[in-house]
Structures are given as C-alpha cells and as structure tokens.
C-alpha cells in the first residue's frame, strides 16, 4: 500500500482505506508485483466474477447492494468517482436532494441490462459469465463494454463518510455553485 502510494491504480482515488488487489486473482500469490492498490469501488470490479462462486471479498459491496448500468458516457473509474461524490452529497442536508435526484437518475439506467439479460443483478450476470465458453469470454468486451456498476446508497453513503473522515479540512462548495461555475457564471 505505501509502495503505491494508496492510490487506485484504475481511478486515481488516493484513500488509506484502499485495498490489496492480487491481480492474478490467486490469493496465495503474495509476490510484490501481483499486488496493486485499489479503491473498495473498483475492486468490486475485479472480483465480479468470482461472485458466482460464493467468494466472500467484497460480499459487502457487491450482490444485492448493486446494479448493473449502462453508462457508456463515463468510464466504470470516473463513474465510481461520481458515486463516491454522490455519498459525500447524500450526507449533507444541502446536498442530499440533489445526490438522490443524481442516483435516481443512474438506476434508470438499469433498465436497458433488465431488458437485454433478463436481470441487472452482478451476481446473476457474473454466474452466467462463468459458464461462458473461453471464446464468449474473450469476446465479453462487445457486449458488456459499456455495463458499469451502481452501488446501493448505503455503500454512498459508507464511502462518502470515509471521504469525509480522511479529508476533513477539504473546502466543499455547494454542486450549485460548482454548476455555475462550470457554466462560466458566478455564484452567489
């Protein structure tokens, strides 16, 4: 963790509270060079798959506490990004209407999977990708490029609490302001 810095090496997220990858996927491989730092979102990437399996890591984060989305705007790491700020959000009195109007908005991107495969639920999907032939599975990329994963709002809020705890002097404007001031008008 400290070698990398604590730094996600898929979203950039720097947080103590990252996680050890074994990026092979082999647990009992603790060579220095199958580790990377990841953020607890895009772990749950990685371990998507073993889902089927029943594995534990991450059962907190994934399975009935997540949907599947397509969201081929934003790539899985900045979404993951968005949805930590999403949790920061839903914790502030302020904030809260907006983040829920945000979050609603995501979940209507379930529908499309619900229609294409018959569920959005990762661990369903991932049980059907484990079955797949070699080839189906090298060629996963076409079909679920654009899938990214939505986590439940107590996740949100879970994350956006660590956020907050690790970086508590951290100036937060308001999203409005931020709005404005991406739109090139002066807040208030």
Known sequence: MERGAYKCVYCGYVSRSNECHHIDGNHANNDDANHAVVDTLCHSYQHLGQQATQNPLNADSIGNRTALAVVPELSAQTLNLLQRAIGVALLDEREAQVAKAISKSLTQRTRPVLEAFGTFKPREFAAAMYQMSAQAYEARATVVGDLRL???????????????????????????????????????
Request: glycine share 8%.
């Open 150 to 188: 939505l986590f439940h709002t107590g996740i949100l809020k879970a994350e956006g609490a660590r956020f907050r705890s690790e970086f508590p002097a951290l100036p937060i404007s308001t999203w409005e302001d931020v709005f404005k001031h991406a739109k090139g008008r002066p807040s208030k």
